[in-house]
C-alpha cells in the first residue's frame, strides 16, 4: 500500500456524488472520520448503521435546506472502508449545492476528482484494476462494455493477474534457490522441470493478453481505419455502416482530406470508424497531409479495412505489408455490383496468410452483413459471461511481462545464467503488479483517479 495511504485518510471529503436524475433525487456523499458527528448534527441524534431515516437538513442557522434520507455506513463495512455518509434529497442543483456546503461547515472539505474510490483502494477495498473499472463502468459506450467493467469491479481480471503472479512468484524461487548454491546451478537449472514451469507461465499469460485485448475493446471500442487508394469507396463504406452521408463521396480522386470519425454500435458493440485520405504520391500539399494523417490512424488502430476491387487488390496489399502484427488486417472487395465482380459475390468470407477476405458493396449493402460480423466478433462480441474490460496500461504491462519471460528464456537456455534470468523474471513480477497495485507510484495513482469524475 503506498506511503501516503495514512495521510490521505485523517480528512473527511464531500462531493456531490450523483445529479438529478428523471426521479429529481440528488445525492451528497462524505467519507472519514467526522461522519458520526456530522451526521449527527444533521438528523439531531446519532443515526442507526445502514438505517434511511427521514430527516430535515438545516444550515447553521437552523433553517431548512431540504428534506430527504440519511444513511450512515460504519467503518470498515462501507466502499471507502472509512465511515460514509449519503444525503439523499431533491436533485435541484442550489439546494444540493446548499447542503453540500453545510457538510463542509461541519467539518468536511470538497473531495478530488476520484478521490472515494482512491480511498477503497488505499484502505484495500478494492484493487487498482477493479478501481479503474468503477470509472469503465461509468464512461461504458455499449452494453457488452458494461459487463466486461462490471466482471473486472468484481475481481475476475485481477484473479487472472493473481494467479499468474504466483505462478510467477514459484518459478522465482526454484531459479534463486539454484543462486543460493551455486554448485549445484548448472545441474539445477538444466532440469525440464524449470522448463516447463515457464513454458505453462508463458501459455497462461498469452492467453491472459488475448482476453485482455479483447477487454480493452470492449472498454474503448473498436478501432477500425479504413484504408486504400483514392476512389476505392472508402467513404462511401463509411456512409454505409454509419446508415448516413457523414462523408462527401465523389469520383473525384483526393477528395477526403483530413480522418473523418464515426462511433456507432452493432448490437451492443462500440466501434469508431475512421475514413482516411486515398494513399498515394502527390504534389497538393493538403492532400499530402491527408496522407499522412492517415498512417498516423493506422498507428493507433485495432484494425486495418482495406477498401480495393478485384483489378487491383493484389497490388493493394503492399499497403498492408508495413503494419505491425497487432493490427488486424481485412480486406474488402468492393463494388461487387460491377459486372466484373459479380463472380465474388456469393463470396463471404475467407482466410489468407493471416489477412481475412470479405466481398462487398458499398452501393448496394450486399456482403456488409458478414463484415458487420466479423467486426463484432473482432471488437469481443461473443467473448461469454467471463469477459472482462481492460485498459491499455494493462495489455502494456502484459506486453512488457512477455518481454521479460521471454528474455528470461533466453538465458535459461545457457544454463549459466541463472541470476540474469532472476532478474528478468523480477522485472515481470514488478510488471504484473502494478496493474492490481501491488506496485505502484504515486504519479501513476494521480494520473488514474484524477481522470474520474467528482464524486467518485
Not at 483514392?230 to 463504406?237: I, Q, R, T, V
Request: hydrophobic share 45%; proline share 3%.
Amino acid at each position: 500500500m503506498p506511503d501516503n495511504a495514512t495521510a490521505t485518510a485523517i480528512e473527511t471529503i464531500a462531493a456531490i456524488a450523483s445529479a438529478p436524475g428523471a426521479a429529481g433525487v440528488g445525492v451528497v456523499r462524505v467519507s472519514g472520520p467526522a461522519v458520526p458527528s456530522i451526521a449527527q448534527a444533521l438528523l439531531g441524534r446519532a443515526p442507526q448503521p445502514r438505517h434511511a431515516h427521514f430527516a430535515a437538513f438545516r444550515d447553521a442557522a437552523s433553517e431548512l435546506i431540504d428534506r430527504g434520507l440519511l444513511l450512515h455506513f460504519p467503518a470498515p463495512a462501507s466502499y471507502t472502508g472509512e465511515h460514509v455518509l449519503e444525503l439523499q434529497g431533491h436533485g435541484s442543483a442550489v439546494l444540493l449545492d446548499a447542503l453540500l456546503r453545510r457538510v463542509c461547515e461541519l467539518g468536511a472539505r470538497l473531495a478530488r476528482p476520484g478521490e472515494f474510490t482512491e480511498r477503497a483502494f488505499l484502505n484495500g477495498k478494492l484493487d487498482l484494476a477493479q478501481a479503474e473499472a468503477v470509472a469503465d463502468l461509468i464512461a461504458a459506450r455499449s452494453q457488452a462494455g458494461a459487463r466486461a467493467a462490471l466482471q473486472s469491479m468484481e475481481g475476475v481480471f485481477s484473479r487472472k493477474v493473481e494467479a499468474l503472479l504466483q505462478g510467477l512468484i514459484a518459478l522465482r524461487v526454484h531459479i534463486e534457490a539454484a543462486i543460493d548454491f551455486p554448485e549445484e546451478e548448472i545441474d539445477f537449472l538444466a532440469d525440464p522441470a524449470i522448463g516447463r514451469q515457464l513454458a505453462g507461465v508463458r501459455v497462461e499469460l498469452s492467453e491472459l493478453l488475448r482476453e485482455a485485448q479483447r477487454g480493452l475493446r470492449l472498454n474503448d471500442g473498436l478501432r477500425v481505419a479504413i484504408i486504400g487508394r483514392p476512389n476505392a469507396g472508402k467513404s462511401s463504406l463509411l456512409n454505409a455502416l454509419a446508415g448516413s452521408d457523414r462523408a462527401i463521396v465523389n469520383a473525384t480522386a483526393g477528395t477526403t482530406r483530413d480522418v473523418l470519425r464515426e462511433s456507432l454500435s452493432l448490437d451492443g458493440i462500440a466501434l469508431e470508424l475512421a475514413d482516411t485520405a486515398g494513399l498515394r504520391e502527390t504534389d497538393d500539399e493538403v492532400e499530402r497531409e491527408g496522407v499522412r494523417r492517415a498512417h498516423g490512424e493506422l498507428a493507433r488502430a485495432d484494425v486495418a479495412l482495406l477498401v480495393t476491387d478485384a483489378p487491383h487488390a493484389q497490388n493493394d496489399l503492399a499497403l498492408l505489408s508495413a503494419l505491425p502484427s497487432s493490427v488486424e488486417k481485412l480486406v474488402l472487395i468492393n463494388k461487387i455490383d460491377l459486372e466484373h465482380e459479380v463472380e465474388h459475390a456469393s463470396a463471404h468470407h475467407e482466410s489468407r496468410d493471416g489477412v481475412t477476405w470479405l466481398w462487398a458493396s458499398a452501393k448496394t449493402g450486399a456482403g456488409l452483413g458478414a463484415l458487420r460480423e466479423h467486426l463484432k466478433e473482432l471488437a469481443g462480441a461473443g467473448s461469454g459471461e467471463g469477459a472482462f474490460s481492460a485498459r491499455r496500461r494493462h495489455v502494456h504491462a502484459l506486453q512488457q511481462v512477455s518481454v521479460y519471460l521471454d528474455q528470461a528464456a533466453h538465458m535459461l537456455a545457457s544454463r549459466r545464467a541463472g541470476e540474469l534470468a532472476a532478474e528478468e523474471l523480477r522485472h515481470a513480477q514488478y510488471a504484473l503488479g502494478e496493474i492490481t497495485g501491488s506496485y505502484s507510484s504515486d504519479d501513476l495513482l494521480g494520473a488514474i483517479f484524477g481522470s474520474f469524475c467528482i464524486g467518485k
